[in-house]
């Protein structure tokens, strides 16, 4: 079977897909890629299943061998990529030749993927190839493994994706939960006001934000039930700073939730660079709804949108438009000028 081994790996290297949905009252939060619309474009790139297992780098590094012939996509947050010493172009798919060393440094942190055609074969627990680390389903990868690699029928290579912007930080939409009206009126203005810091504290479990100046406590957070939370809740802790729960949160907890950013919006967050600015804005539910519904037929028409590299004259039906004799002339012009 074809397979990948890792030479170098470096901390925060996982195999994940989308995750384990289902096992909240097990205690089991869902997991999977921490930038889900990464798996998406990568399913794009090569043309298959999105659900399919990926490597996720958590800025850091990786070198890996291919044993045979293997397409691949890198997505996510952009690394410095290189096939045997030639540099790869991100947010694009390549074909790696049996024996070639891909080699990934991280250049700004966030989370990065490595996807290969079939997928990876890796073991399934709970109906899922994920890692979870927070409950013990998995590890992170080391030097030395090898990964099994699923059977493959396309041939997509040489194509890019121009991603959804999401690496610099922004604007983050929110609804409120069964507390936000806990929180006095002025609080949840201030909030929507506040440009807030992506801190370096940081996992797959949740990310902390900086705020300048006085927290946003709540005189009764003490006295709150635990119940269940999810991705996305905006937790507010015992020194008033917001902590968004991400992919491999706990199921339930007791501090109280100022909101819960849109899924489509955590791309954003998990993918800002540390330091960069991040603003929270209240959208009802009715138009929650509908940026999701917006998102997922955006996220539908991926493969619309991806292109070649290096464009085939026979496959550009504008080719007319171009100007491709710039300088040619009939040849008769010199004569012309000489009578």
Known sequence: ???????????GVTVQDTGRPGFLAQGLSRGGAADRLALEEGAALLGQDPGLAAIEIAGSFLSLEVSANTYIALTGA???????????????????????????????GGYSYVHVGGGLAAEVILGARAVHLASGLGAMLNAGARLPVGPYAGRQSGMILTPLDRFDGGLLRVVATPQTHLFPRSEIERFGCTTFRKDARGNRM?????????????????????????????????????????????????YPRIGTVLPCD?????????????????????????????????????RKEIRPMIRDPRDMHDLLSYQLVSGVTSGDDLEREMT
């Not at 079977?1 to 901390?11: C, D, F, K, N, Q």
């Not at 952009?78 to 390549?94: C, I, T, V």
């Not at 269940?228 to 339930?252: H, K, N, Y």
């Not at 804005?281 to 509908?290: G, M, N």
């Open 206 to 254: 949740g990310q902390r934000l900086i705020v300048d100046g006085a927290g946003f406590g709540l005189e009764m957070g003490l006295s709150i039930l635990s119940e269940t939370i999810v991705p996305g809740d905006i937790q507010i802790t015992g020194d008033g700073a917001p902590f968004v729960l991400l992919s491999e949160c706990q199921t339930t907890g007791g």
């Open 266 to 302: 955590l791309p954003r967050l998990v993918q800002a660079k540390v330091g960069a600015d991040l603003q929270f804005r209240f959208v009802t539910h009715e138009d929650a709804l509908a940026f999701e519904r917006a998102e997922a037929v955006r996220r539908a028409g991926l």
């Open 1 to 11: 079977m074809e397979s990948i081994l890792l030479h170098r790996a470096g901390p």
């Open 78 to 108: 952009p690394m410095r990529a290189s096939q045997d010493g030639a540099e790869l172009r991100w947010h694009a798919s390549h074909l790696l030749p049996a024996g070639a060393r891909l080699d990934l440094t991280s250049l700004a």
